[in-house]
């Protein structure tokens, strides 16, 4: 397949696995596309011919870059010690052990490649051990130590990789010229990475002083670094480029926090355009391994020397081993802190199991185990490749596997799964993890939500339109009423689950109901006083009795649309043509229905009082937001459907305009009294405010297009 139709295919399939993680939530996006592109490969016959320069260059800089450019700067600085020790010393223990221990194990497979299948499955997914460790409840200083060790641990892990790649292909291996490179390539590596990101900083810097600040310019520019910098250290330096692109990440986001001041937008454009690079890379890695996996295994399965279950043992032995070092490590780090200081927790083997089980591997691996060469230096062909490339593709898809299997038992809840190739508003998941609905014993106010805080907001802005609501702008302010209630609405039903949706949802079919009827009475009365014609009354009440079944439908379907759904939408549309070519004056049927639309629109809201007024009704029962959502949705009725609408569209427009700047300033404040009170983080205080911005830039956009028309 041509290489533009290939890139085109794979973009397709990672927009289409994040569309099926939607409706498969217990399984990890990377895990549907390694499914999607097994099943491309099989169906289609489709093949990526990699090649090791390449494909470092393209997928590994940039993704190891965006993770040194993300990690906290805090926990960095105080685990520093921690984190290195075991993005080294662990790494080289599971390479060393590991590879022995598969040696032993599995004999057929030599233990230089032993070493080296060991070191490229020691790097773990950072993005997924970080959404997983929140989501059980680790103790910080383990969550941000396994987090910190996920970053360090690609460019250990690799550079591990290449040695003892080197020895399986080579035949040799000289111990004293072996650690005079890896200090080699390390230390320079290093040095490489921090001075070009201090010299591309520099450039910038002197760029924007010279009035060279567009935004496009420089988010090209910060896209480029990773892979100048990785170019650079390798052909240049013949250093470590992994090495390069991590330093150079932490640093750049060590020094960013001017830019957050001096150009609050360009940031903001650089990490939604990182999202979205490393969305696509991270999801076309695993693609490419779904796509491998049949060229990976069918030497395997037919060939004569393996049996296929015990290759699948095999897997399954492999992921052990490195599982019992993982976990042994972290209980032996615990033991040695407690015994330090008595005053933190004592080891837990569950706490060690679950930071074990969080390890999961991922597209750094992928990358990796694809670059081992066909032949060794000899010409022969390498050993075992094929069940090499076997174990690691099923060690990645088992860690996955048992990451979503096992880790929601050991934690008796559904647990945030996120991997760099899921979804990049993924994150309101973990960022909606940890809080609670009642006062802490510290005495401070509860902590919101995301979606709590903005359901907050959205209050402030719809109390701020009352307040500025006039007889002149009551159209205006209605229409952005019920926009806002829309929001809450929306946001109160994704918040909740189905049994706490359930009672919710029943409540507001109740008082629907009860608005329908009143219309319904009066809408016959009308016709009985002959206040309205027949037909007009007819068409109205034919309305009425659709809503009504579009309330019921939505209220009980679960799943497609049903076949009397479907045929419910074609007696509308012959409704629609018969009423088109109905006698008489069209004008005067379109005034007759608005008239009776303000009738049952107010006497819906009568029928509503009086419901609650009963004696047999318990008014708190209800929700207080569905209650007055629907008041506010037939008092729009009522003002859409006046007749002497003697305000232009124009001045509608700038009533709307003004409301809603009046609307956002209350949400900003409201941003600002949740963040001094407590009640929100500077990260989602940052993402409000975010939000705030859009719809501003928003409005401010609309003015534009309307200036210029």
Same mark, same amino acid.
């Given at each position: 397949?041509?290489?533009?139709?290939?890139?085109?295919?794979?973009?397709?399939?990672?927009?289409?696995?994040?569309?099926?993680?939607?409706?498969?939530?217990?399984?990890?996006?990377?895990?549907?596309?390694?499914?999607?592109?097994?099943?491309?490969?099989?169906?289609?016959?489709?093949?990526?011919?990699?090649?090791?320069?390449?494909?470092?260059?393209?997928?590994?800089?940039?993704?190891?870059?965006?993770?040194?450019?993300?990690?906290?700067?805090?926990?960095?600085?105080?685990?520093?010690?921690?984190?290195?020790?075991?993005?080294?010393?662990?790494?080289?223990?599971?390479?060393?052990?590991?590879?022995?221990?598969?040696?032993?194990? +599995?004999?057929?497979?030599?233990?230089?490649?032993? +070493?080296?299948?060991?070191?490229?499955?020691?790097?773990?997914?950072?993005?997924?051990?970080?959404?997983?460790?929140?989501?059980? #409840?680790?103790?910080?200083?383990?969550?941000?130590?396994?987090? @910190?060790?996920?970053?360090?641990?690609?460019?250990?892990?690799? +550079? @591990?990789?290449?040695?003892?790649l080197a020895a399986a292909v080579t035949g040799t291996f000289v111990l004293g010229e072996a650690v005079g490179d890896f200090f080699y390539i390390s230390l320079v590596g290093l040095a490489v990475?921090?001075?070009?990101?201090?010299?591309?900083q520099l450039i910038r810097d002197v760029l924007r002083r010279e009035g060279i600040n567009d935004i496009v310019f420089n988010v090209v520019l910060q896209i480029l670094t990773p892979f100048a910098?990785?170019?650079?250290?390798?052909?240049?330096?013949?250093?470590?480029?992994?090495?390069?692109?991590?330093?150079?990440?932490?640093?750049?986001?060590?020094?960013?926090?001017?830019?957050?001041?001096?150009?609050?937008?360009?940031?903001?454009?650089?990490?939604?355009?990182?999202?979205?690079?490393?969305?696509?890379?991270?999801?076309?890695?695993?693609?490419?391994?779904?796509?491998?996996?049949?060229?990976?295994?069918?030497?395997?399965?037919?060939?004569?020397?393996?049996?296929?279950?015990?290759?699948?043992?095999?897997?399954?032995?492999?992921?052990?081993?490195?599982?019992?070092?993982?976990?042994?490590?972290?209980?032996?780090?615990?033991?040695?802190?407690?015994?330090?200081?008595?005053?933190?927790?004592?080891?837990?083997?569950?706490?060690?199991?679950?930071?074990?089980?969080?390890?999961?591997?991922?597209?750094?691996?992928?990358?990796?185990?694809?670059?081992?060469?066909?032949?060794?230096?000899? @010409?022969?062909?390498?050993?075992?490749?094929?069940?090499?490339?076997?174990?690691?593709?099923?060690?990645?898809?088992?860690?996955?596997?048992?990451?979503?299997?096992?880790?929601?038992?050991?934690?008796?809840?559904?647990?945030?799964?996120?991997?760099?190739?899921?979804?990049?508003?993924?994150?309101?998941?973990?960022?909606?993890?940890?809080?609670?609905?009642?006062?802490?014993?510290?005495?401070?106010?509860?902590?919101?939500?995301?979606?709590?805080?903005?359901?907050?907001?959205?209050?402030?802005?719809?109390?701020?339109?009352?307040?500025?609501?006039?007889?002149?702008?009551?159209?205006?302010?209605?229409?952005?009423?019920?926009?806002?209630?829309?929001?809450?609405?929306?946001?109160?039903?994704?918040?909740?689950?189905?049994?706490?949706?359930?009672?919710?949802?029943?409540?507001?079919?109740?008082?629907?109901?009860?608005?329908?009827? @009143?219309?319904?009475?009066?809408?016959?009365?009308?016709?009985?006083? #002959?206040?309205?014609?027949?037909?007009?009354?007819?068409?109205?009440?034919?309305?009425?009795?659709?809503?009504?079944?579009?309330?019921?439908?939505?209220?009980?379907?679960?799943?497609?649309?049903?076949?009397?759904?479907?045929?419910?939408?074609?007696?509308?549309?012959?409704?629609?043509?018969?009423?088109?070519?109905?006698?008489?004056?069209?004008?005067?049927?379109?005034?007759?229905?608005?008239?009776?639309?303000?009738?049952?629109?107010?006497?819906?809201?009568?029928?509503?009082?009086?419901?609650?007024?009963?004696?047999?009704?318990?008014?708190?029962?209800?929700?207080?937001?569905?209650?007055?959502?629907?008041?506010?949705?037939?008092?729009?009725?009522?003002?859409?459907?006046?007749?002497?609408?003697?305000?232009?569209?124009?001045?509608?427009?700038?009533?709307?305009?003004?409301?809603?700047?009046?609307?956002?300033?209350?949400?900003?404040?409201?941003?600002?009294?949740?963040?001094?009170?407590?009640?929100?983080?500077?990260?989602?205080?940052?993402?409000?405010?975010?939000?705030?911005?859009?719809?501003?830039?928003?409005?401010?956009?609309?003015?534009?297009?309307?200036?210029?028309?």
């Amino acid at each position: 397949m041509p290489i533009i139709e290939l890139v085109i295919l794979l973009a397709c399939l990672v927009l289409l696995s994040n569309v099926l993680s939607h409706y498969l939530v217990a399984i990890p996006v990377s895990l549907i596309q390694v499914g999607l592109g097994l099943g491309v490969a099989l169906l289609l016959n489709v093949q990526v011919k990699l090649q090791t320069d390449w494909f470092m260059l393209v997928f590994i800089a940039p993704m190891l870059y965006n993770d040194g450019r993300e990690f906290p700067k805090q926990e960095l600085w105080e685990l520093r010690g921690a984190i290195f020790a075991n993005a080294i010393v662990l790494v080289f223990i599971t390479t060393i052990l590991g590879g022995f221990l598969i040696h032993v194990l +599995i004999p057929t497979i030599p233990l230089a490649v032993g +070493i080296a299948l060991a070191a490229i499955l020691s790097p773990t997914d950072p993005i997924a051990v970080q959404s997983i460790s929140e989501g059980v #409840k680790l103790p910080k200083e383990i969550l941000h130590l396994v987090s @910190g060790e996920s970053l360090i641990n690609d460019a250990s892990g690799l +550079i @591990g990789f290449k040695y003892a790649l080197a020895a399986a292909v080579t035949g040799t291996f000289v111990l004293g010229e072996a650690v005079g490179d890896f200090f080699y390539i390390s230390l320079v590596g290093l040095a490489v990475g921090l001075a070009l990101i201090t010299i591309i900083q520099l450039i910038r810097d002197v760029l924007r002083r010279e009035g060279i600040n567009d935004i496009v310019f420089n988010v090209v520019l910060q896209i480029l670094t990773p892979f100048a910098i990785y170019f650079i250290a390798e052909e240049w330096f013949h250093a470590s480029g992994v090495v390069a692109v991590v330093a150079a990440g932490v640093l750049s986001h060590l020094q960013n926090s001017h830019e957050s001041e001096d150009a609050p937008e360009l940031r903001l454009v650089t990490e939604r355009v990182w999202n979205v690079v490393v969305y696509l890379l991270n999801g076309i890695v695993f693609l490419i391994l779904g796509i491998e996996l049949p060229a990976a295994t069918q030497a395997t399965i037919k060939g004569a020397h393996t049996n296929t279950f015990h290759a699948v043992f095999d897997v399954l032995i492999v992921w052990g081993i490195l599982l019992l070092i993982r976990v042994a490590w972290t209980y032996a780090y615990m033991l040695f802190n407690w015994l330090r200081h008595h005053k933190k927790a004592k080891p837990s083997l569950r706490i060690a199991a679950l930071s074990g089980l969080s390890g999961v591997r991922g597209a750094i691996t992928m990358a990796g185990v694809f670059t081992i060469p066909t032949v060794v230096a000899s @010409g022969k062909a390498f050993p075992e490749r094929a069940l090499v490339l076997f174990i690691a593709a099923g060690v990645i898809i088992v860690s996955l596997v048992a990451a979503a299997a096992i880790l929601p038992l050991m934690a008796a809840k559904s647990l945030p799964f996120v991997t760099r190739g899921s979804s990049p508003d993924e994150d309101d998941a973990v960022l909606a993890e940890g809080t609670d609905d009642g006062d802490d014993s510290s005495g401070q106010l509860p902590q919101l939500t995301y979606k709590q805080a903005r359901i907050y907001i959205l209050q402030l802005a719809i109390q701020n339109i009352e307040e500025h609501r006039r007889p002149a702008n009551q159209r205006a302010a209605y229409d952005l009423i019920l926009d806002q209630q829309f929001q809450i609405r929306r946001l109160e039903v994704a918040s909740q689950t189905a049994d706490e949706l359930a009672p919710m949802l029943t409540d507001e079919l109740e008082l629907r109901l009860v608005a329908l009827n @009143g219309e319904r009475a009066a809408v016959r009365e009308m016709i009985a006083n #002959k206040q309205t014609s027949k037909l007009a009354g007819q068409v109205y009440l034919r309305r009425v009795d659709r809503r009504e079944q579009r309330f019921l439908q939505a209220t009980h379907r679960q799943g497609l649309p049903t076949l009397r759904s479907l045929r419910l939408l074609l007696t509308r549309a012959m409704q629609g043509i018969r009423l088109w070519l109905a006698p008489g004056d069209s004008e005067e049927l379109r005034v007759a229905l608005l008239d009776i639309q303000r009738e049952a629109s107010k006497a819906a809201i009568k029928a509503l009082s009086q419901y609650l007024k009963q004696a047999n009704v318990d008014e708190q029962q209800f929700d207080r937001q569905a209650l007055y959502h629907l008041i506010v949705h037939y008092r729009n009725r009522i003002e859409n459907a006046k007749n002497d609408h003697t305000l232009s569209r124009d001045d509608y427009e700038q009533q709307l305009h003004g409301l809603r700047i009046k609307s956002l300033g209350a949400e900003r404040a409201g941003v600002q009294h949740l963040l001094e009170s407590g009640q929100i983080s500077l990260r989602t205080a940052a993402k409000l405010r975010q939000f705030i911005n859009y719809s501003e830039n928003l409005l401010m956009l609309n003015d534009i297009e309307a200036d210029e028309d």
